[in-house]
């Protein structure tokens, strides 16, 4: 397993410590589409783009240093008392999960790139809200699914 996914579901398990979506966190992005209408709230990650970074002599060489993209899309549905609010809450759980866990040997920074927020009332009121997290990684390109210290 390349190691992207593995963070890709180290970010999940520490969204599961969320009690709001404990047992309601799924990795893929085609998770979002088999979602069941009861499943909200729930939290789907899953990996969007990674990039290379060239730092100086290691830039040429197999080990290199990656930031991943890693999407948390948040989602809610009516039937709490503040939907704004309620899904606010989540987000900075999520956020306060996602940073605290030990990332210690996993990966040497990371930092939330981006928030956004989605409402959608066709049915019944949803409201989404995406995190774009970006953990930086260290890997030997000729073994991807371990990290390098």
């Given at each position: 397993m390349h190691y992207r996914t593995q963070l890709?579901?180290?970010v999940r398990a520490a969204i599961e410590a969320v009690p709001a979506l404990s047992g309601r966190t799924y990795r893929g992005a085609?998770?979002?589409?088999?979602l069941p209408v009861e499943a909200p709230?729930?939290?789907?990650?899953y990996w969007d783009d990674e990039t290379r970074e060239a730092l100086g002599d290691?830039?040429?060489?197999?080990?290199?240093?990656r930031d991943l993209q890693v999407v948390v899309r948040i989602i809610g549905k009516e039937g709490v008392a503040d939907?704004?609010?309620?899904?606010?809450?989540?987000?900075g759980d999520v956020e306060a999960a996602v940073a605290s866990a030990d990332w210690a040997g996993v990966v040497f920074s990371l930092w939330l790139e981006a928030t956004?927020?989605?409402y959608d009332d066709l049915e019944q009121p949803v409201a989404a809200v995406t995190q774009r997290?970006?953990?930086?990684?260290?890997?030997?390109?000729?073994?991807p699914a371990t990290a390098q210290p």
């Open positions: 890709v579901e180290a085609e998770a979002i589409l088999e709230p729930a939290a789907v990650v290691e830039a040429q060489g197999p080990v290199q240093y939907l704004d609010l309620y899904m606010d809450t989540l987000a956004a927020r989605e997290w970006v953990l930086r990684y260290r890997v030997d390109t000729r073994t």
